[in-house]
């Protein structure tokens, strides 16, 4: 065995380990269901049931939003048809705030 093909076998050791400990990184940081890109957090949940009515809750994931921004987008998905009680809408908002905050400025 040349000095080369050791190397290239630590390398190669090595980037497996980082891979895994990437991969449990990941699985700690997100649950492990249908939408990895909901962060965990108080009211996942009714979150999820909630705005999964009419399309992917997945769509929030692409806004970054303060507390009156969620609350005023969470009032226009109500007014559109969300199916929800005043205190589970709370919940989604607070949720939200929490999952996808505004970005620094
Ligand atoms: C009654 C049906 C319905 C439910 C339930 C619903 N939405 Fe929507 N949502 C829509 C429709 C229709 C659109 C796209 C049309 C539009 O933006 O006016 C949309 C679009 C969106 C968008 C993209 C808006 C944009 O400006 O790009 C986001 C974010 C979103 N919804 C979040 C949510 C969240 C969070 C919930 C749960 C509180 C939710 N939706 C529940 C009907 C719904």
Redesign the pocket.
């Known amino acids: 065995m040349n000095a080369l093909t050791i190397v290239s076998l630590v390398s190669f050791v090595v980037s497996v380990l980082t891979a895994g400990l990437i991969a449990a990184a990941q699985a700690r940081q997100a649950p492990s269901d249908e939408h990895p890109t909901l962060p965990a957090g108080p009211g996942r949940e009714v979150?999820i049931r909630?705005?999964s009515?009419?399309?992917e809750?997945e769509?929030?994931a692409?806004?970054e939003l303060d507390e009156k921004g969620w609350k005023s987008?969470?009032d226009?998905?109500?007014s559109?048809?969300?199916?929800?009680t005043d205190a589970e809408?709370e919940e989604?908002v607070r949720y939200?705030v929490n999952a996808f905050p505004p970005p620094p400025k």
């Open positions: 979150m909630v705005c009515q009419c399309h809750p769509n929030a692409a806004q987008l969470v226009d998905m109500a559109k048809g969300a199916d929800a809408f989604i939200l």
